[in-house]
């Protein structure tokens, strides 16, 4: 999320990694609404948030940056601070090694992943970097131009929120067995607290996880989305964004969450009227900014034509409507939808 410069904007997101022996998963938030003293007032739009009774700020969808970067399935660059240093730094990496053309990752080249992200990674800016060798997920984190080497747990962002993940992790989900569910279950009951005291992290959450079979990283099929109370309503494509009164809760809006095939990471949410696409590599492309590829589009299928059409990828995935399941998009739909 791009922000006043001189704000701390390694507080304005949240990313926690987690790789204990065959568990892994990394968590994100991708926020679209922030506090009033955040930004300029006279450039958002104002909504009366009915939760907190008072008067707020919120910023369209498209203008949420994707924080966890899958560029390759061997792979995933998570980043907190600086938004356009971040972007930097992902692109120069990407151009330098050509990384998603990279079938194996050697000891070789580990050792130079290593040696570009401790020597490039600006002080503004600390990393999670997860990456797939002898078929094993490993973990770094960057923070202040330091490597932390094949660690367990990292995170990055908003100290303070994260110590409310850690309540839940350890009180609300401690006797959940399974480490994977127990994480994700209090990444998510946390942002659904953020989101309802307008904290600076919230909005959507997205997972990544590893194919032990495959030695691969991809984002799940698992897509969360909050902010019931003054929710994403009303969006057209290229027009300026007028939010209303209107809630989920009364039925205002639906949202498709869609998954590429794991060989090339990308995924995507439709929003009735324009869909938004977040594929790494064709965001990196761009050369402007971090925030997902808008997409205008008639209806699901229109966005998964155009995205195939455009990007030559398939998406498939789940249909939500005010939060509640609808739908699953099989691959034999998306397969007629090709013919």
Not at 8 to 15: H, V, Y
Request: net charge negative; charged share 25%; hydrophobic share 35%.
């Amino acid at each position: 999320m791009e922000v006043d410069g001189n704000l701390n904007t390694k507080k304005m997101s949240l990313i926690i990694a987690r790789n204990i022996q065959s568990n892994f998963i990394i968590s994100s938030d991708t926020k679209i609404s922030v506090p009033t003293d955040f930004l300029d007032k006279e450039k958002q739009t104002s909504y009366f948030n009915k939760n907190t009774e008072r008067l707020e700020m919120r910023i369209s969808a498209i203008e949420g940056c994707l924080k966890s970067f899958l560029v390759s399935p061997l792979l995933c660059i998570c980043y907190a601070g600086d938004v356009e240093n971040a972007r930097i730094l992902i692109k120069h990496f990407v151009d330098t090694t050509n990384i998603q053309c990279v079938e194996t990752i050697t000891e070789e080249q580990l050792k130079w992943i290593e040696f570009f992200f401790e020597t490039n990674t600006p002080k503004n800016v600390d990393i999670i970097l997860a990456v797939s060798y002898n078929k094993l997920p490993i973990l770094y984190e960057i923070k202040s131009k330091k490597i932390n080497k094949q660690i367990q747990i990292s995170h990055i962002g908003d100290d303070n929120v994260f110590s409310e993940f850690q309540y839940f992790f350890n009180e609300i989900h401690g006797s959940q067995e399974n480490l994977l569910s127990r994480h994700s279950f209090s990444f998510d009951d946390m942002i659904a607290k953020q989101c309802s005291i307008n904290s600076s992290v919230g909005d959507f959450v997205v997972e990544v996880l590893f194919n032990s079979e495959h030695s691969m990283f991809y984002y799940s099929h698992k897509f969360k989305g909050y902010d019931l109370f003054n929710p994403i309503v009303g969006f057209i494509a290229n027009e300026t964004q007028n939010f209303t009164e209107e809630t989920t809760i009364n039925g205002k809006y639906s949202e498709t969450y869609l998954r590429s095939d794991t060989f090339e990471p990308a995924f995507g949410i439709f929003f009735e009227t324009f869909g938004i696409l977040y594929h790494p590599i064709k965001i990196l492309e761009r050369n402007d900014s971090l925030h997902g590829i808008k997409i205008n589009c008639s209806s699901i299928d229109d966005f998964i034509q155009k995205v195939f059409h455009d990007y030559e990828i398939w998406l498939c995935g789940t249909v939500f409507k005010n939060g509640i399941f609808i739908d699953k998009l099989t691959r034999q739909q998306i397969s007629q939808n090709k013919k």
